[in-house]
C-alpha cells in the first residue's frame, strides 16, 4: 500500500470493509503516513449529474499532474468493489492510468459500517500516496451528508428545478457545502435555482468563505475548469487560514470519538447483557417491580469509567 | 395520575418530556399500575387520514365503554401539548368526555428523545387508567414506524395511489404492520393499492397471524366498525396465544436497553471525555502517531463493565 500498488490498496479496503480481524493492524502499520491527500466530498440527489462531474475532476486533477482516488459510496446499493455497471464503464477510461483509482463502497450491512469503512478507505488511499481523494455519495440525506462532509471541502451538486429539495435541507446542506455546484444550467428554471441558492446562503451565517456557487454542464465539459480552480482556491484559504489543520483535526477527533462510542455499545454493553444481573433487572421490570429507567440505572451501576486506566505508554511509538 | 385526574396526567407528560430533574421519581411512583392499557399504533403518511381514523376509533372505544388516551407524535413538529390548531379542533369534539384523552407531542429536541418520551406518556396514560391508548405518528419514515411499533397493534393505513411508497418501505412495513388499512377506499386506483398490497403480504413470512387488510372511508364513518372489530379480534388473538405477554416483555427489555445504552453514551462517555487522558490520546491520534481505531481501544481501557457490581436488592420493591 505505501507503495502504492493499487492491487494491495484494493484489497486493503475490501478487508476493512470486511471487517477481517487482521486489516486493523495493517492500518495501523500505514497510518503514520496519512495527512497528505487533500479529501473532496461531493454529494447530490441521484441524477444530478455526479459521476459525469467527478470524471471531470479526474481529467482536471491528471491535467495538473495530479494522482486521484475515487470512492463512490452508494448507501442504497448492496454491491461493493467495483461491481456495479456504471462504475465499471466510468473505470476503463481510466485503466490504463496508474494515477486513477476508482472504487464503489455500497452498504454491506448497516449504515455506521459503511461510513466507518469509507474513513478508514480515504486513510489507505491517502497512505498510498494519492494526492486527492474524492469521496461521492448518492443522496441528499443525513447518512450522505455526513459521509461527503468528512472532507476538506465538500461540494453539493444540484441541478434546475431542485428548489423543493433544497428547502428541505436547508439547513443541514448549509452547514457543510463548501462549494455549490448548479448542474445542467442550461435547463430551463436554471436562473430561479441559482437565486434561490444564492438567497438561502444569504440568510446563512456569514464568514471568511463566501461560499461559491459554480455553474457546469458536465456531460459537455463545461465549467469544470472553473469548478477546479475554485476548489484550488478553497484549499489555499483553508490551507492559509489555518482551517484546514484545524478540520482534519477535528475529522479525526471525531472518528475516535465515533470508535469509542461505538466500543460502549458493543463490547462494554455486550459483557452487561450477557450477565444473570442484567437478565434480573429485566425480568423485574417485565414484573412491573421497577420502572424501566431506574432498572437502566441500576444496571449502569455494572459500568465504571476510570480514565486514569487509559495507558499512555505507548503515545508516540506510532510507526510500529 | 393513579386517580386518572386528567390535568395531573398532561403535567405529568410535560414534566417527562422537558426532562424534569424529578419527573423520573414520579414515574416510578406509578409504574406498579401499568400493564392494562391495550396499545394501537397508527403510522401511515400525511394526508392519508390518520387523524379522522383515530377519532373514528374514540368513538368505538366510547361506544364499546372503554377510556382511551391518544398520544399524537409528529416528529417533524416544534409543538408539544395540544398546542396544535388541528389538535385543539380534534380535543373540543371530546372536551366534555372525561373518559377521552388527547395529547400532541413534537419533537422538542431530538428524535431519540421524542420516542422516550412517548414511551414514557404510555406508561403514563397506563397507570391512569386508560384501557385504550392509540399512538399515532406521521410519517413512514424509520422512526415513525419505531415509535408505531411499540405497540400491542400496529395499524399502517394507506391510500390508493401510494404504490411506490409501499414499494419504498415494504421490508419496514411488513415486519411492523399487523393490520393495514386502505383509507379513501372509494378513490380511483383503490382495486390496484388493494392487489398490491396483498401481493406484499404473500410474499411476507407466513405465520399465525394473517395481515388483514381494512377498507375504510373514515370522512364519511365507513368501515370503522370493521376496524374496531378487527382488532378486537387481534387483541384476542395475541392474548390466546401468549404473543401478547411476549410483546409487551420485548417491549420493555427494549425499553431498558435503549436507556442503558443511552446511559453508555452520556454519563459514561462523558466520564471519558473530560478526562486529560482522552484528550491525549485524541493529540495522539491529531499527530498521526496512532490511528484512530488504535486510540479508540486505548479510551475504552479506561472503562470496566462487571456486572456483579449492578445491585439487585432493590428488586421487587417496587412500589417504593
Known sequence: VLAGNPRAVAQLITRLERDAPDAFLSLKSIFHAT???????????PGVGKSTLVDGLVRQARAAGLSIGVLAVDPSSPFTGGAILGDRIRMQGHAHDAGVFIRSMGARGQLGGLARATRKAIHVLDAAGYAIVVV?????????????????????VVTPGMGDTIQTLKAGILEIADIFVLNKADQEGARQTLRS?????????????????VET??????????????????????????ALADRRAARLKAEVLNL?????????????????????????????????????????????????????????????
Open 136 to 156: 461521492e455519495t448518492v443522496g441528499v440525506g443525513q447518512s450522505e451528508l455526513d459521509i461527503a462532509s468528512a472532507a476538506d471541502s465538500t461540494i453539493v
Open 260 to 320: 469509542v462510542e461505538r466500543g460502549l455499545r458493543t463490547d462494554i454493553l455486550e459483557a452487561l447483557l450477557v450477565s444473570p444481573e442484567y437478565a434480573a433487572v429485566v425480568r423485574s421490570v417485565v414484573a412491573r417491580a421497577r420502572d424501566p429507567e431506574d432498572g437502566a440505572h441500576e444496571i449502569l451501576q455494572g459500568v465504571d469509567a476510570r480514565p486514569e486506566r487509559i495507558l499512555l505508554e505507548s503515545q508516540g511509538a506510532g510507526n510500529a
Open 35 to 45: 495527512g497528505t491527500a487533500y479529501v473532496l466530498g461531493i454529494t447530490g440527489a
Open 217 to 242: 454542464r458536465a456531460h459537455d465539459a463545461v465549467g469544470l475548469d472553473a469548478l477546479w480552480e475554485t476548489i484550488v482556491r478553497h484549499r489555499a484559504y483553508l490551507e492559509e487560514s489555518g
Open 197 to 213: 441558492l444564492q438567497s438561502m446562503l444569504h440568510m446563512g451565517p456569514a464568514g471568511d468563505w463566501d461560499v461559491p456557487i
